[in-house]
């Protein structure tokens, strides 16, 4: 196994049958220590796909994605800038949650994929997009970033601007739906906004806010 192609159904599947099929995936390792796919939620046509890094601690029990800490921060800042969070579309580069247990401890800390392990669940997104059709797709920090832009990406010197769609699509695999898409915009990790210091915080929120305003601005 080295990506998730071979899991991947037809281009007539529709979202539950991507998400139904994406339970049984094993196109990397990540299955095998994680609980449960956390696959893509939110509207089939949404205008907007957000994309994030992987799923949390939370999202890997409950099985959705963004409904711990980070997806809170998120929804309220989707509010703030003026766009609707049920109309979107919500998802993650990398499907299961990769996570190390520091000795002696019982807590699971999150570690960053590695590009080949968000190179192996691109087919997932391929699908997503394919299906939500969206007009801008929104990556979630650093990593998102890569995901999409590759490793020379960084989210300190292109956020907050509507970047070209880099064109993923192989033989095709989004029907079409990427010549829909008007482009990227990049911003920090709702995550950032927890971690800042409590002095900062407000700032580093408002600079999310104000990333996603260019989205609601391009949306009109
Ligand atoms: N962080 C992410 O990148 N994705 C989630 O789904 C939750 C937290
Ligand atoms: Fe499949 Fe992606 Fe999970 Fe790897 S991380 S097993 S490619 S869904």
Redesign the pocket.
């Known amino acids: 196994e080295h990506d998730a192609t071979p899991f991947v159904p037809g281009r007539r599947a529709r979202l539950p049958g991507l998400r139904k099929a994406a339970a049984d995936c094993r196109g990397c390792p990540l299955y095998q220590d994680a609980t449960q796919t956390?696959f893509g939620e939110g509207h089939t046509n949404a205008r907007v796909l957000l994309l994030?890094?992987?799923?949390?601690d939370?999202?890997d029990r409950q099985g959705?994605?963004?409904?711990?800490p980070?997806?809170r921060v998120l929804r309220r800042a989707l509010a703030d800038a003026g766009i609707d969070p049920d109309g979107v579309y919500?998802t993650?580069?990398v499907k299961h949650f990769k996570f190390t247990i520091p000795e002696g401890r019982k807590r699971r800390i999150?570690k960053a994929p590695t590009l080949r392990e968000m190179t192996a669940c691109r087919p997932w997104l391929m699908a997503e997009l394919r299906v939500v059709e969206p007009e801008v797709v929104v990556a979630?920090?650093g990593?998102?970033g890569k995901a999409l832009l590759g490793s020379g990406f960084r989210v300190t010197e292109q956020r907050g601007a509507l970047l070209p769609w880099p064109g993923l699509g192989d033989q095709g695999s989004t029907g079409g739906a990427e010549e829909g898409i008007s482009g990227l915009v990049a911003t920090i990790?709702?995550?950032a906004v927890l971690r800042a210091d409590d002095s900062d915080r407000t700032r580093v929120y408002d600079g999310l806010v104000a990333d996603l305003r260019i989205v609601a601005d391009l949306l009109g």
């Open positions: 956390v994030g890094e992987q799923p949390g939370q999202e959705r994605p963004f409904v711990g980070a997806g919500v993650n580069a999150h979630l920090g990593t998102a990790h709702p995550s």
